[in-house]
Nanobody
Framework: HVQLVESGGGSVQPGGSLRLSCQAPGFAFPTYCMGWFRQAPGKEREGVAIISSDNTATYADSVKGRFTISQDSAKNTLTLQMNSLKPEDTAMYYC??????????????????????WGQGTQVTVS
C-alpha cells in the first residue's frame, strides 16, 4: 500500500519561505519519479516540480529560481523548498509518485495522469 503524507504548509507573507515535506513509507527513495503539484480554487491542477531517481529536476517556469525540489534517501522524504513566495503561489500543494518509471517524462511534462499516487495535500497561503 503506497501512502504519501505531506506536511509543512501554512500562511506566510509575500517574500517569505516555506518548506514542504512528503513522506512515503511504502517504498525507498530515490527509486521513482516524484513530483509536487498545486491546485488553486477554480483552477486546474498544475505541475510545480518533478525529480527523477538520479535527482534530475524539472521546474515550472513560474517557480524557477524560487523553488527547489529534493529527496532524502536517509529520511525517505521528498522536499519542496519555496522561497520568495508570491500571492499567486497560494494553492493546495500535493505530493505525487509515478511508480511506473525512475526517470520522469519531460516531453510532455507535468501530466497529472502520469502519477498514480497522491497525498492528501497541504495548504499554502501567501498574503
Amino acid at each position: 500500500h503506497v501512502q504519501l503524507v505531506e506536511s509543512g504548509g501554512g500562511s506566510v507573507q509575500p517574500g517569505g519561505s516555506l518548506r514542504l515535506s512528503c513522506q512515503a513509507p511504502g517504498f525507498a527513495f530515490p527509486t521513482y519519479c516524484m513530483g509536487w503539484f498545486r491546485q488553486a480554487p477554480g483552477k486546474e491542477r498544475e505541475g510545480v516540480a518533478i525529480i527523477s531517481s538520479d535527482n534530475t529536476a524539472t521546474y515550472a517556469d513560474s517557480v524557477k529560481g524560487r523553488f527547489t525540489i529534493s529527496q532524502d534517501s536517509a529520511k525517505n522524504t521528498l522536499t519542496l523548498q519555496m522561497n520568495s513566495l508570491k500571492p499567486e503561489d497560494t494553492a493546495m500543494y500535493y505530493c505525487a509518485a509515478d511508480l511506473s518509471r525512475g526517470y520522469c517524462r519531460v516531453v510532455p511534462t507535468f501530466l497529472p495522469t502520469d502519477f498514480a499516487y497522491w497525498g492528501q495535500g497541504t495548504q499554502v497561503t501567501v498574503s
